[in-house]
T-cell receptor, first 116, second 111 residues
Framework: EAGVAQSPRYKIIEKRQSVAFWCNPI?????LYWYQQILGQGPKLLIQ????????DSQLPKDRFSAERLKGVDSTLKIQPAKLEDSAVYLC??????????????FGSGTRLTVV | TQLLEQSPQFLSIQEGENLTVYCNSS?????LQWYRQEPGEGPVLLVT?????EVKKLKRLTFQFGDARKDSSLHITAAQPGDTGLYLC???????????FGTGTRLTVIP
């Protein structure tokens, strides 16, 4: 089966600019996650979708970050305006649903964002 | 507050040596997973442990879940250069369908 697709792979922007990332999960996976991984750290959950509804966005900096998952398939994550501390890898993951605690996630390769 | 602390943070060993990575928390998890991440890629699931005291083996890798389900360890026997990567533990909290990741252990195996 095809994996989780993310684009772009790399992005360099200036601070205060906006940027968007795209994710296409594994077909049929109802749950989609966006994680932020700062260099040298473990991934941190930003937002979790179940189909097209938000389940958990408690750690999403809502003043600058937004995400949507229209039609319960693809998702986009946007940052506007970007800050230097947003430099990180943004990982998208999907899972089949309620058995995440057993079967885990499938991750995409991530988008590496550099804010200068 | 960081819920999952991994140690050591960095580990560099010679091929053929054994090593253990630890994942500790003050919180109880319903399950704990281990992932390996290579540069430029997303983490890949290695194993899931669910029951307190559970031990799972994956070739040269042995995973253990603590009796109280608050900690876990990963032991690698006779490490090989292909084992090089970032090892991440991730806990599933009761009632939550998402994972909290640890701080990571970067392993380098020198040929």
């Amino acid at each position: 089966e095809a994996g989780v697709a993310q684009s772009p792979r790399y992005k360099i922007i200036e601070k205060r600019q906006s940027v968007a990332f795209w994710c296409n999960p594994i077909s049929g996976h109802a749950t989609l996650y966006w994680y932020q991984q700062i260099l040298g750290q473990g991934p941190k959950l930003l937002i979790q979708f179940q189909n097209n509804g938000v389940v958990d966005d408690s750690q999403l900096p809502k003043d600058r970050f937004s995400a949507e998952r229209l039609k319960g398939v693809d998702s986009t994550l946007k940052i506007q305006p970007a800050k230097l501390e947003d430099s990180a890898v943004y990982l998208c993951a999907s899972s089949g649903g309620v058995n995440t605690r057993v079967y885990g996630y499938t991750f995409g390769s991530g988008t590496r964002l550099t804010v200068v | 507050t960081q819920l999952l602390e991994q140690s050591p943070q960095f580990l560099s060993i010679q091929e053929g040596e054994n090593l253990t990575v630890y994942c500790n928390s003050s919180s109880v998890f319903s399950s704990l997973q281990w992932y390996r991440q290579e540069p430029g890629e997303g983490p890949v699931l290695l194993v899931t442990v669910v029951t307190g005291g559970e031990v799972k083996k994956l070739k040269r890798l042995t995973f253990q879940f603590g009796d109280a389900r608050k900690d876990s360890s990963l032991h690698i026997t006779a490490a090989q250069p292909g084992d090089t990567g970032l090892y991440l533990c991730a806990g599933a909290r009761t009632g939550a369908n998402n994972l909290f990741f640890g701080t990571g252990t970067r392993l380098t195996v020198i040929p």
